[in-house]
């Protein structure tokens, strides 16, 4: 019995036309979609009216649906991946999936498409040669701090992801231990109310602190001595 594929596929960030043609034609017509939150994927298949069977696949319940999926894969199904938004396994559940299917010989193939990491670095104004990506922060003080000041020394541009409770918090320590620097605080990318600020570390915090902090954000940092 020939194995089926598992897709890895890039959904939109926030508008729903930004999908392409090959991940419509792959999710009309893959066995099932393991879906992040099926609530938010089913939105996505109805605008779309695709059909296609959704089965969660989460945090909490991937390394027990890893391996059920495999199985499946294995007896000839093609299952597609798919997160909240963007590109699954990047700060979002995949990884252990992936590495299961890799063990199993299964085919992998990755649809590519949107992604806020991205987005955010090429509209930044910062340096795009040379990034690193250091997902979110931790929500513990003690450990976020720690976090930045194994950047202090960091040349290249630094990108992190912030929810919307943590982001003052997180630009205050920047400030704190890396510096007044240039940054770009990117919110809601794509969606209706998207906001683009780009300015120093110190009038990011005076402009947020004044407009209030609603939605997801990327910040992007420039690296030491490239301003």
Same mark, same amino acid.
């Given at each position: 019995?020939?194995?089926?594929?598992?897709?890895?596929?890039?959904?939109?960030?926030?508008? #729903?036309?930004? /999908?392409?043609?090959?991940?419509?034609? %792959?999710?009309?017509? *893959?066995?099932?979609?393991? &879906?992040? +939150?099926?609530?938010?994927?089913?939105?996505?298949?109805?605008?779309?009216?695709?059909?296609?069977?959704?089965?969660?696949?989460?945090?909490?319940?991937?390394?027990?649906?890893?391996?059920?999926?495999?199985?499946?894969?294995?007896?000839?199904?093609?299952?597609?991946?798919?997160?909240?938004?963007?590109?699954?396994?990047?700060?979002?559940?995949?990884?252990?999936?992936?590495?299961?299917?890799?063990?199993?010989?299964?085919? #992998?193939?990755? /649809?590519?498409?949107?992604?806020?990491? %991205?987005?955010?670095? *090429?509209?930044?104004?910062? &340096?795009? +040669?040379?990034?690193?990506?250091?997902?979110?922060?931790?929500?513990?003080?003690?450990?976020?701090?720690?976090?930045?000041?194994?950047?202090?020394?960091?040349?290249?541009?630094?990108?992190?992801?912030?929810?919307?409770?943590?982001?003052?918090?997180?630009?205050?320590?920047?400030?704190?231990?890396?510096?007044?620097?240039?940054?770009?605080?990117?919110?809601?990318?794509?969606?209706?109310?998207?906001?683009?600020?780009?300015?120093?570390?110190?009038?990011?915090?005076?402009?947020?602190?004044?407009?209030?902090?609603?939605?997801?954000?990327?910040?992007?940092?420039?690296?030491?001595?490239?301003?």
């Amino acid at each position: 019995m020939t194995c089926g594929t598992l897709y890895i596929v890039a959904t939109p960030i926030g508008n #729903l036309g930004d /999908i392409s043609l090959r991940a419509l034609e %792959v999710l009309k017509s *893959v066995d099932c979609i393991a &879906a992040e +939150d099926t609530r938010m994927t089913r939105k996505l298949l109805s605008h779309y009216k695709l059909s296609t069977p959704l089965v969660s696949y989460h945090d909490h319940v991937e390394h027990t649906k890893a391996q059920n999926l495999v199985e499946q894969l294995q007896e000839g199904k093609d299952i597609a991946l798919v997160s909240d938004s963007g590109m699954p396994l990047i700060c979002d559940p995949g990884y252990n999936l992936v590495q299961k299917a890799l063990a199993a010989q299964i085919e #992998l193939v990755c /649809i590519p498409g949107p992604s806020a990491l %991205v987005n955010a670095l *090429v509209l930044s104004g910062l &340096a795009v +040669d040379r990034f690193v990506f250091e997902g979110y922060l931790s929500r513990k003080p003690s450990k976020r701090r720690k976090e930045i000041r194994l950047l202090i020394d960091e040349k290249r541009t630094i990108i992190f992801y912030e929810s919307p409770h943590r982001l003052l918090k997180a630009l205050h320590d920047v400030l704190a231990i890396l510096g007044n620097r240039r940054i770009a605080v990117m919110r809601e990318l794509t969606k209706k109310f998207e906001e683009q600020f780009h300015g120093s570390v110190e009038e990011a915090i005076a402009h947020f602190t004044k407009t209030g902090v609603r939605g997801e954000f990327v910040v992007v940092l420039s690296g030491q001595h490239t301003d």
